[in-house]
């Protein structure tokens, strides 16, 4: 019943910007820390941001600190990936996750970084 879903992602040059949305359902949201992931081809699944339940608490990656910036609305529960100056080594599937007993998750969504 948990429903996490991603949308905003696509393609962007390097130094270009998107944001990342994930829509929220089943749950209630505004209880639980909500996190980003992101997993390039061949590689782990990687930490990217977290976000307290209130949003007061946010935490980053050191490879994405003073580019991307994770937020919520409540209201809407939502939770959003702002990210600026991308880089080609962004590039990968970003995951909502919802730190829920046995973890939640989005089904990812494409970001590609290139030119």
């Known amino acids: 019943q948990v429903q996490l879903v991603e949308s905003g992602g696509g393609w962007v040059q390097p130094g270009g910007s998107l944001r990342l949305s994930c829509a929220a359902s089943?749950?209630?949201?505004?209880?639980?820390?909500m996190r980003w992931y992101r997993q390039a081809p061949e590689k782990e699944r990687e930490l990217v941001a977290s976000i307290s339940s209130i949003g007061a608490g946010r935490s980053y990656a050191d490879s994405v600190k003073g580019r991307f910036t994770i937020s919520r609305d409540n209201v809407k529960n939502t939770v959003y990936l702002q990210m600026n100056n991308l880089k080609p080594e962004d590039t990968a599937v970003y995951y909502c996750?919802?730190?829920?007993?046995?973890?939640?998750w989005g089904q990812g969504i494409q970001v590609t970084v290139s030119s």
């Open positions: 089943g749950f209630t949201f505004s209880s639980y820390t």
């Open positions: 996750n919802a730190r829920i007993s046995m973890g939640y």
